[in-house]
């Protein structure tokens, strides 16, 4: 088996084959840090986090990089309504873009480089550009000349000259930054001071850097001149992506990424999820009211590479998917002890260790299908789920322990390279002993032949949550057991 992806840049599937045996180094385009992150940000945080373990686990060691932009005008701007620094609101932003990512148990990055922290990189390679013809200086801006770079256009497939042509008499000729251009299609690389605005010097004068050229300069910084893999969402394709290769290929002269994947969009009502727009729910406003498995499932029940329609019914399927998985996970937890199980998972199973492993690799082989490996997931947590109702109603299971062993185990594993996590059974309760539990179920039975069965359920949560299992009898008796 091997994997196989789909190159945004060749727009074709092509087999993984990394720059060195055994070694990817991965960089993603991140936030820009002035407010709390959307579900389109959880969408790309996820699927890239999904990436990178299942490379760890076919046995690649993944070196990450996730930037963070954090001097924007949006940055700026928020200031300003804020009356405080841009220092602080992308302090803030990026605080609480850690607390978003770790709830939805996104594992942090190698390295997170700053625009801020990167500036010394930054400066060098817009000069390097401006000495090899790349590059103009205009009242103390900086623009690449793109008409300098014959391949412009190569990932996102547009060609300059129709770009020009459907761009003529769209032009505001008035945009004070347009009249320093050679061409409208040429882009900022640095942009001199404005009154009010932090700066920093430069050989063009004081200014910042143009959002482009951060990321160029952080790649090649953090992980070379040529990296496996450049990933982020599609909406950065062009102008984003298409300027990095642009920026770097022309000042290295090799290949900036081999291969580039792109995530789709989350979409409400056939739109973008997006701040501009108005219509984006932030991480922080849904994780009350969903379970972050859900939210993770949700990004994984579709293929990466489509659209995510956001609506009340798919997270209703996506909570519902997660509340078979969560069971089954749970299984060996509640009741292997029975069995003499090991419940400690020290490695998981790697992917020949048998036919459900190699069946979710071959599914996640096909470009990140973990949609497909998800089918893997669901058959082993369905079974275990149907031995665990027939151990609460009957006390017997049907099967093999041995087999639903391996069955837990296997399942612990995917889950566990997908990031998926149930929460571990609460412990009962030492104070409560076998005479204690008894007459709490007894209080039962009588709430429910009285029909109180608010209090009938009161007690059986209670009686849950410390790890008591209630079977009820058709005579209308109830045991119960730990």
């Excluded at 000729?173 to 700066?199: H, I, M, N, R």
Aim: some cysteine.
């Amino acid at each position: 088996m091997t994997l196989v992806v789909y190159n945004t840049l060749t727009r074709r599937s092509e087999v993984f084959q990394p720059l060195q045996p055994g070694r990817v180094k991965m960089y993603c385009c991140g936030i820009t840090a002035y407010d709390y992150c959307h579900l389109g940000h959880a969408r790309t945080c996820i699927t890239w986090d999904l990436a990178r373990r299942y490379l760890r686990w076919l046995g690649y060691q993944v070196t990450y990089v996730q930037n963070f932009t954090d001097i924007d005008d949006k940055i700026l701007n928020r200031a300003r309504t804020e009356g405080t620094s841009m220092e602080a609101v992308a302090e803030r932003f990026i605080a609480a873009y850690f607390e978003d990512m770790a709830a939805l148990k996104v594992e942090k990055a190698d390295f997170y480089p700053r625009a801020t922290h990167s500036l010394d990189g930054i400066r060098r390679l817009i000069a390097q550009l401006e000495a090899g013809g790349y590059a103009y200086a205009s009242e103390g801006d900086v623009y690449y000349d793109v008409h300098q770079f014959p391949e412009y256009g190569k990932l996102s497939g547009r060609r300059l000259e129709d770009l020009q042509a459907g761009a003529s008499g769209r032009v505001e000729q008035s945009d004070p930054e347009q009249a320093k251009k050679q061409d409208p299609f040429d882009f900022a690389l640095w942009k001199s001071a404005k009154v009010g605005e932090p700066s920093w010097e430069s050989p063009w004068g004081p200014g910042r850097p143009g959002w482009h050229i951060e990321c160029s300069a952080m790649v090649k910084e953090y992980l070379g001149e040529t990296i496996d893999l450049h990933v982020g969402g599609s909406d950065l394709i062009f102008p984003h992506h298409e300027n990095e290769i642009a920026q770097s290929e022309a000042a290295t002269g090799r290949p900036l990424a081999r291969y580039w994947l792109h995530n789709g969009m989350v979409k409400v009502g056939g739109e973008k999820m997006s701040k501009s727009l108005g219509n984006f729910t932030t991480i922080r406003d849904l994780l009350p009211a969903v379970d972050a498995m859900a939210v993770r499932l949700l990004v994984l029940q579709g293929h990466y590479r489509k659209p995510l329609d956001f609506a009340p019914e798919a997270l209703q399927s996506a909570t519902n998917g997660w509340q078979t998985l969560a069971e089954g996970l749970s299984f060996g937890l509640l009741h292997g002890r029975q069995w003499g199980w090991d419940l400690e998972l020290k490695e998981p199973l790697g992917p020949e260790a048998n036919a459900q492993t190699r069946a979710f690799r071959e599914a996640v082989d096909d470009d990140f299908n973990f949609a497909g490996g998800l089918a893997v997931l669901f058959e082993l947590a369905k079974e275990l789920r149907r031995q665990g109702n027939l151990l609460v109603h009957q006390g017997k299971i049907d099967a093999d322990p041995a087999q639903l062993e391996q069955d837990w185990r296997t399942l612990t594993s995917l889950a566990q390279i997908l990031g998926l996590e149930a929460p571990a059974p609460v412990e009962e309760s030492p104070e409560l002993g076998d005479e204690a539990i008894a007459a709490l179920v007894q209080q039962r039975v009588e709430a429910r032949q009285q029909k109180n069965f608010a209090e009938s359920d009161r007690i059986r949560d209670l009686l849950k949550e410390q790890g008591i299992i209630l079977i009820d009898q058709p005579d209308g008796q109830t045991r119960w057991r730990r």
